[in-house]
């Protein structure tokens, strides 16, 4: 037994299907998180098919340059071995099935156990393709072991932080010191949908140290973005609002029409919604809006479905009919059809109905609020709904906090 | 101008946050799909970080087996460029900040333009890293570029025949034969949550051979697995059910409890939904089934609320409630709270109500049909609504059929 300082691990990936592009190579970002997490240096990824000589030079030139050599795929019966058959080949230098010196590692979730290979203060380690079967075995044995031989050389940590409601380029605004930052402690910023992440980076000698500087950032954004920060790491929007809404003890209903159910499946996708939420409608025809949510008919007809009339009138519906504490109603044109010029796709109204007790009587719902909040959304169906269904959330994470 | 037949390309990502496993690389299969699709070899991928030795190194090395490299990211005013500088030094051997002989590519979708260099019977394209610049600018200039120059050296196509309600074995062993061909067509078996999916990819002259190639196969594979396959490439379980349901000129309501909105969701995410769904609700609680849906008070007390009775009577109540064709009813404990010993997390009741059509007098509902079925998944919270979800999408397609 050796320790490696400052350890330097490369990823092979090895499979037709990545070269073909059938398959998203989720392996290589999985084991190059648990790499950093760990504190391992990580500078080299490859992927190759299963063509022999290519895999060896491919496992030949890794070892120039890196301490550990993890691959992933080829192994098992059905691909004839070929991982294992070329390791033993580059390690021994003679034909052999099994590489000199190799451990069996047990795959408790498939037939392919993985192997570890210790070879020259080098190490080789072979593990399957399926991302079930791997990601077990990288988290019991891999991680464990690597972290053993990289003694106490250090650890990276992160921390996401996730904003909604301003742009990418507001957040840069305010936080560009943060994004400069080259030391052990860094900062990135990542965008989507109208979503921004800020992710904190910590490089340090104990996890202690490592979160004693992200808490440090973090302090920083929290006071410069504050409320538009709706949650840390894999914390969703919907997580945020039905954990507010299960504390402060609040029910809820929604009435849905361009969202289509997504609102009502995103809150009901947190475990425990049951506790807040009551009721959904999706209600895709008037006769449902009318029927179901005591929509006005005079509504639809002067200002129709797609109205912030309508909006308000199915918030309070829902929010009547269920004897929730908030209703939210949804309207809007999702595409890619029933747009008309005064109402383009995208043109989207939200309404909350909300119940406050009377301050006299308490507990008694005396007194009841509606705000309505016009939005324009771009892109497809699908992007148009899944924007329209977070505006939702949002507005009422606002009326919550 | 110079044309190079059975061309080979590599990919290299440059990015510091593919090597913390930030970011998923989708930009490799999205690239390596559309070479298959071109005809164009490809045998290597390659992931790096912004440091300009082992770029340098990693472009030389690709150079030295691969008549194109093409790299994504690095590109750019923010990360200073490093690509372009670093492709100038390779090709040129002297200090130049844009490589000689570069030809730019426009970027529609944001600041960095891409770009072209021919260089001794060599290609490098380096193209920005975010996928909605990248992806565009590969279908618009990148593809038509190499098929241009690689001629009539052949094409690759391939066509996904996506099944459910057949484990992957099962599949597997009624097409073993097809899964082990080794010439020009060949065919692969994915499985994911209960689906499967066969993709079958033929390499040809031209467009034409190749689709009659696919097409051969995809008659035996048709042959022996019909009804479980409710689709082709990108089509979901959901677009093939409203699909059916618009075709057929029925109209569908849903009253969904354990699947929280996401059958509704799935239907409504189909463009022309609004022609077949009339109407959805997400009843999580005893009051909004007995209330919204006519769910007896006595069948809730009897057999519980996650019960067959229950199911049917959701089903019945929704059927009735819209107006609808059909009416689909879902019941059950996606967890991980809520369950008993009797019935465990993952137990799932679907339940569809039918109208007929009277023979006699036509048009004039007149008999109505429930069937109900137990459904018994496993997983988590999330996955256990996705698969109950499909499952009832499933049994709506067997009945359409």
Not at 97 to 118: F, M, S, V
Not at 234 to 252: F, P, Q, S, Y
Not at 289 to 301: D, I, P, R, S, Y
Request: proline letters at 4%; a positive charge; glycine letters at 10%.
């Amino acid at each position: 037994m050796y320790t490696i300082c400052n350890m330097n691990a490369e990823i092979i990936c090895i499979g037709t299907e990545l070269l073909l592009g059938h398959v998203v190579n989720t392996n290589a970002s999985f084991i190059a998180e648990k790499l950093a997490g760990s504190g391992i240096d990580h500078y080299f990824q490859a992927t190759v098919g299963d063509n022999p000589k290519r895999l060896a030079d491919t496992i030949r030139a890794a070892l120039t340059r890196s301490d550990v050599v993890i691959t992933t795929g080829g192994l098992g019966p059905t691909v004839d071995d070929i991982t294992t058959r070329i390791i033993a080949d580059v390690v021994n230098k003679k034909q052999a099935l099994i590489p000199e010196g190799a451990k069996w590692l047990r795959n408790p979730y498939g037939t392919a156990p993985g192997l570890i290979i210790e070879h020259k203060s080098k190490i080789i380690i072979a593990l399957p393709g399926p991302p079930r079967e791997m990601q077990p075995m990288v988290m019991d044995y891999v991680i464990p072991y690597l972290r053993k031989k990289v003694g106490a050389a250090g650890i990276i940590k992160s921390r996401s932080i996730r904003l909604i409601g301003l742009a990418e380029a507001s957040v840069d605004e305010k936080v560009k010191d943060l994004l400069n930052l080259s030391g052990a402690v860094r900062v990135g910023i990542y965008a989507k949908q109208g979503e921004v992440e800020l992710k904190v980076m910590a490089k340090a000698k104990d996890e202690r140290s490592a979160n004693a500087e992200i808490a440090r950032i973090e302090k920083v954004i929290r006071k410069r973005l504050g409320r538009y920060i709706y949650g840390v790491d894999r914390e969703t929007l919907a997580d945020n609002v039905a954990g507010m809404l299960i504390k402060g003890r609040k029910t809820i209903a929604v009435a849905e029409s361009c969202t289509g159910g997504l609102i009502a499946n995103m809150i009901t996708d947190v475990p425990g919604a049951s506790k807040t939420f009551i009721e959904g409608i999706v209600s895709y025809s008037n006769k449902s809006k009318f029927m179901g949510l005591g929509v006005k008919q005079e509504t639809l007809k002067k200002y129709g479905a797609v109205s912030p009339q309508v909006a308000g009138e199915m918030a309070g519906g829902i929010h009547k009919r269920a004897g929730a504490d908030i209703g939210l109603g949804i309207t809007g044109i999702a595409g890619p059809t029933g747009a008309t010029k005064a109402k383009p796709v995208g043109l989207v109204y939200i309404a909350l109905s909300l119940s406050f007790p009377s301050p006299r009587k308490r507990g008694k719902r005396e007194s009841t609020k509606t705000i309505v909040r016009q939005f324009n959304f771009l892109g497809s169906r699908v992007e148009i709904k899944h924007q329209a269904a977070q505006a939702a959330l949002d507005l009422l994470r606002w009326e919550l906090l």
